[in-house]
């Protein structure tokens, strides 16, 4: 905040009492002459009763007039001390006051006092305005730095999609199982075959009767285990 200069200069200050006690003396100056002219009004009168005293004594008594000229001059000596109490205490006052007042040297030496504390302070302004210009500076580059060192704004997540489930396994495969029919029928091909070359001569194995295990069946009759159809084939 700048310095407002709402007060008045020291300099102006002092001129003003200076200018103030100038008037009070002048003012004390003229008390004192009034002062002086009514103690010599108060002599002349006090001198005229006398002059009348003596007229009045000349005309009664003796005793009489010494009486009133006594009283006459009780009286004026009484106003006069009175008068002049009160004119040595206001000359007193004014001597007072002239003894505190400052002598023109030291009025001049406080003046020019005045105005190097004027062009101090009208220095120490310019600094403290240029120190708050300062301030301000480094204040927008605080702020500044802040703003520039803060994380950039994170972008919303995009949801999640979820991953899908990987397809299931395929079913183990297993050897298609033989058609009993169509195995009884490449039998019975093979038999008829070999039942050929018999009839040409040709030695063969025997053929496996009805109640004959065959390999294949693991030593069982394979026709317990065709339906009924291919028993009827068979037969």
């Not at 305005?129 to 301000?136: D, H, I, P, T």
Request: charged share 30%.
């Amino acid at each position: 905040m700048p310095v407002s200069s709402v007060t008045l200069p020291a300099s102006r200050l002092v001129t003003e009492e200076y200018d103030k006690m100038s008037r009070q003396l002048d003012m004390e100056e003229k008390l004192r002459q009034q002062a002086e002219i009514f103690a010599r009004q108060m002599l002349l009168k006090q001198k005229e009763a006398n002059r009348q005293s003596l007229i009045l004594m000349q005309n009664v008594g003796a005793e009489a007039q010494l009486l009133l000229a006594l009283e006459d001059v009780a009286q004026m000596t009484r106003r006069l001390e009175e008068t002049k109490m009160e004119h040595e205490a206001k000359v007193k006052d004014l001597e007072t006051q002239l003894a505190e007042r400052p002598l023109p040297e030291e009025l001049a030496r406080l003046q020019a006092t005045l105005a190097t504390a004027e062009e101090g302070k009208a220095h120490l302004e310019q600094r403290l305005l240029q120190a708050e210009e300062n301030c301000a500076s480094l204040e927008r580059k605080v702020k500044a730095l802040e703003e520039g060192a803060q994380p950039p704004d994170t972008p919303e997540e995009s949801p999640v999609v979820p991953v899908p489930p990987p397809p299931p396994l395929p079913p183990p495969t297993f050897p298609a199982k033989a058609d009993p029919l169509m195995a009884l029928r490449e039998k019975k091909g093979t038999q008829q075959t070999k039942r050929g070359k018999w009839a040409r001569g040709q030695p063969g194995p025997l053929a496996p009767g009805p109640n004959t295990p065959s390999p294949m069946d693991g030593g069982r009759d394979c026709s317990e285990s065709l339906p009924m159809e291919s028993r009827l084939l068979l037969s």
